[in-house]
């Protein structure tokens, strides 16, 4: 199988040994290097081009790919990319654009998630959040010192989040980011000792879902941030057969065939599902002995053998998430 990574370091390790182990060829493209072509012919003809550094554009050849592992971190231009890859070009890959779109936006995917009937933290959502105390206290009770989440819409590994406990400070906060039209979601706070579960899920959409891996992640003294890239540590853990079922069914509410899905369990052991991520580190391999890449390589192995259509819709995807409540009730144990 040749496979193509999309990774805006020119590199992905893991993922390249993985595929290069198990005999399949791998080629690397940044994807901010891509010019997508739609040409003026009905029959076909769109292309996406590579700028390599030399004076002509590389016209990258579908023949030479057989299936794609998205690494976008950057939604907006990547989901384009992807898109041009999946429906223009016919070549599948482990994420679709419109999957990569709505996790990359936390409250497009808060939505997602309730529809799905996940339980999510109180969350609040406004284009001009005039009434920041109401909001605020909607979520959360400063006055008591609870913590109120204020959120960028956009942002991983931890960036653009904010705990704020002054009822003075929030709505300072929200004044200013509102002022420079940064829009952002207001969330209640889970007390969970700073710990959070972040979960690789794969084939979500699928008759075959599985729990690659599963770890807890504790935030470093005096943070409330448990990702690895901000200083956070981990330790490798079972789930539940319930966190499971969340874990795979958020995942494909936000139309994700492969995701790292972050869980919260509060101190009461109820379960809170607060981010779904399409572009998960990798670092979760190194904690809990799992070689979570061969199991993405497996996936995509599998994938490019199912005959399934690359023109799955958003309406299809839904239709899909609904089916998946049958799929996992019958999950073992």
């Not at 710990?195 to 729990?211: C, F, H, N, Q, Y």
């Amino acid at each position: 199988m040749n496979l193509l990574i999309l990774s805006y370091a020119g590199h992905s390790n893991k993922l390249e040994n993985a595929a290069k182990k198990k005999g399949h060829t791998v080629r690397i493209l940044n994807p901010d290097k891509c010019y997508l072509y739609v040409s003026d012919k009905e029959s076909g003809f769109d292309a996406i081009y590579y700028n390599d550094g030399t004076d002509t554009p590389e016209k990258i050849l579908i023949k030479d790919i057989d299936f794609i592992i998205p690494r976008i971190s950057k939604a907006e231009y990547g989901a384009s990319l992807v898109e041009h890859l999946n429906l223009n070009l016919k070549i599948k890959s482990t994420q679709s654009a419109l999957g990569i779109l709505t996790a990359a936006n936390k409250w497009k995917t808060q939505q997602k998630l309730s529809q799905s009937k996940i339980k999510v933290p109180k969350t609040f959502f406004a284009s001009d959040p005039v009434h920041a105390e109401f909001l605020i206290n909607k979520v959360a009770n400063l006055k008591n010192n609870e913590p109120v989440i204020i959120k960028t819409v956009e942002g991983s590994q931890g960036t653009g989040v904010l705990i704020l406990r002054n009822p003075d400070d929030a709505n300072q906060v929200l004044a200013s980011l509102h002022k420079n039209n940064i829009k952002v979601i207001i969330q209640q706070y889970i007390e969970a000792d700073s710990k959070d579960i972040r979960v690789i899920v794969a084939g979500s959409l699928t008759d075959e879902p599985i729990v690659i891996a599963a770890m807890e992640r504790t935030a470093p003294k005096d943070s409330l941030k448990a990702n690895l890239s901000q200083g956070g540590t981990g330790k490798k853990i079972d789930l539940t057969e319930e966190e499971q079922k969340i874990a795979i069914q958020a995942a494909a509410s936000v139309g994700l065939n492969l995701a790292g899905v972050d869980l919260i369990r509060d101190k009461n052991g109820t379960c809170y599902c607060i981010e779904v991520n399409s572009n998960f580190g990798l670092k979760i391999e190194s904690i809990t002995g799992i070689n979570v890449s061969e199991k993405i390589i497996e996936f995509c192995e599998r994938e490019f053998k199912a005959k399934r259509s690359v023109n799955q819709t958003f309406e299809e995807y839904q239709e899909r998430n609904n089916q998946m409540k049958a799929v996992l009730n019958g999950l073992k144990k």
